[in-house]
């Protein structure tokens, strides 16, 4: 048997549901999932955006290598939202450049 994906996980996810927020909004996650997962499932966008240039960028490999998905979590910036699992309560923020000081606009 084929494991299923972790795009299709979400659609029988059986895992407890879990609220953390993005940018202030409530988002349900289920247990298992990443941090990018709870961003790309609030529909912000875009995901983040580069300190040079505001470029608009979103998480690209979702296993630790492009670091296109650096959020703020709890008020620590510069963590990788793909490889971090979700928390209850977790207070997750877009972020542009590499200093989290501006939220993504
Ligand atoms: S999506 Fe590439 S490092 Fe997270």
Redesign the pocket.
């Known amino acids: 048997m084929v494991a299923p994906s972790p795009i299709l996980r979400r659609a029988v996810a059986d895992t407890p549901a879990l609220t953390v927020t993005v940018d202030g909004v409530p988002v349900t996650v289920h247990a298992g999932d990443t941090v990018?997962t709870a961003v790309l499932l609030a529909g912000s966008q875009p995901y983040r955006r580069t300190l040079i240039g505001s470029a608009p960028r979103s998480?690209?490999?979702?296993?630790?290598?492009?670091?296109?998905?650096l959020v703020e979590i709890d008020g620590v910036a510069n963590r990788?939202?793909?490889?971090i699992p979700v928390r209850d309560g977790m207070r997750i923020r877009r972020q542009t450049g590499l200093s989290g000081e501006e939220s993504v606009q």
């Open positions: 990018a998480p690209f490999c979702m296993m630790g290598v492009c670091f296109d998905c990788q939202g793909c490889l």
